[in-house]
């Protein structure tokens, strides 16, 4: 199959309808020979967007041409893996029986059984991409599945500003999304190297370049046509409206959907203010149930000249009672707790073995500050952090986060001064000072 941009639906303005969408579908499927056996990979559970639409008309289109059978494949990377009913809601399934091709419904998982190794990204490339910080190689691992017999591959995926990647979708579906336990950490730790600023909002960026790279291992290794259904939404809610469908094929066509749909994008996902802010509340839904993910409440607010110095980001959802899902992970984070990049980095020396995705997520929440090595001590951090869900104030405090009840927490700001903001559905949009 050729390489590039198979179909393109786009309007910024208005709603995509759901014949815009099948049309797109219809049009990029057609040029695929062969539909008997297909592997279909979907975002997971923590992000918001419209698979559920794009999966039934993707399968009425192949059901249509004969297929046969359809697995899909959840791009956890590091995430909960996602129960049935989950898997059905975001798959837009009502009645399982109605789809009687699907198979297999499958979360991806790093343990090595379930990977092949396809590559490797090199020392001096990895060097090159952290200026100097981080020349470590990296082993490119993936879920096996993409070596199995199917005839198809299709990976669906969302752009939004994202903190390692610029903007999320297209070959991040694969590295990380199912890569193996080196990629995720890998990238993660190499992008809090480059920095949060220097990266998210930011279409061509290093932690782009290592995905992109990365990815090429990955591509290398399949011998079946494989397609990009890249979109793009927005949300009042949990009310998700179509605005844009990049469809692109092999390795050139994701990144061409990827960079149509991040243009898109920063269009639709970038919040300008006027002035810094004091306070912050990122009031966020309830898909966010782990700090781990709703770590996103401090990443789209940290573009330099959003957050006054000193200033307040409070993470509001009361669901949240754990930092991560994963008990070994939960257990690492408090271990380590929420410190500014120069501390995590000492830290990282002293214990050379420690999870570097874990090292990141901490820093990457907390922002920077003064390390001084001498005396352990941080100070003058560029903002404070207040978690207000469902973990006790002892162990916020524990950690090195603020605590606030949130059952205290409103609307009105009442015990709050200065430059205030309260956002819905948070995390969802990236925050940047008007131009």
């Not at 501390?343 to 500050?369: I, K, T, W």
Request: hydrophobic share 40%; proline share 5%.
């Amino acid at each position: 199959m050729t390489e590039g941009i198979l179909a393109q639906e786009q309007n910024l303005q208005q709603p995509l309808t759901v014949d815009q969408l099948r049309s797109a579908v219809q049009k990029s499927l057609a040029a695929c020979p062969k539909v008997g056996k297909v592997l279909l990979i979907h975002p997971d559970y923590s992000r918001t967007d419209f698979t559920d639409i794009l999966f039934r008309l993707i399968y009425q289109n192949l059901s249509a041409r004969g297929l046969k059978q359809l697995d899909t494949l959840n791009a956890a990377g590091t995430h909960r893996p996602m129960n049935e009913a989950e898997k059905l809601a975001k798959l837009g399934i009502d009645d399982r029986r109605k789809y009687p091709a699907v198979t297999d419904m499958l979360d991806h998982s790093i343990e090595p059984s379930a990977l092949v190794h396809v590559g490797e990204l090199s020392a001096g490339f990895m060097g090159d991409k952290t200026q100097g910080k981080w020349p470590q190689a990296i082993p490119v691992k993936v879920n096996a599945r993409l070596q199995s017999d199917y005839d198809l591959i299709l990976a669906i995926s969302g752009t939004v500003p994202h903190e390692a990647a610029g903007y999320a979708g297209g070959l991040k579906v694969f590295f990380p999304g199912i890569a193996g336990e080196e990629v995720i950490n890998g990238l993660h730790w190499a992008a809090v190297q480059m920095g949060i600023p220097r990266l998210i909002g930011q279409i061509n960026n290093p932690g782009r370049d290592v995905i992109n790279e990365g990815a090429k291992c990955i591509f290398a290794a399949m011998r079946v046509p494989v397609l990009s259904f890249d979109m793009i939404f927005t949300e009042d809610g949990h009310a998700v409206t179509p605005h844009g469908l990049y469809v692109g094929s092999g390795y050139q066509g994701f990144i061409d959907a990827y960079v149509a749909a991040a243009k898109a994008s920063s269009q639709l996902h970038i919040v300008r203010v006027d002035k810094p802010q004091d306070v912050v509340v990122q009031a966020l839904g309830e898909s966010y149930d782990e700090v781990w993910t709703a770590g996103k409440g401090s990443y789209k607010l940290q573009v330099p000249g959003v957050m006054s110095p000193g200033g307040e980001i409070i993470i509001y959802q009361p669901k949240i009672h754990c930092f991560h899902s994963n008990a070994r992970m939960d257990k690492l984070i408090k271990e380590i707790g929420y410190h500014s990049l120069d501390y995590v980095l000492h830290f990282m020396e002293q214990h050379p073995d420690f999870d570097r995705n874990v090292a990141s997520h901490v820093a990457n929440v907390r922002g920077s500050a003064h390390y001084d090595r001498a005396t352990g001590k941080e100070s003058r951090f560029a903002f404070n952090v207040t978690l207000a869900t469902g973990v006790p104030e002892s162990v916020c405090k524990s950690v090195g986060l603020g605590y606030r009840n949130p059952a205290t927490l409103t609307r009105d700001f009442e015990t709050m001064r200065g430059n205030k903001l309260w956002i819905d559905n948070g995390g969802k949009m990236l925050y940047a000072p008007k131009e």
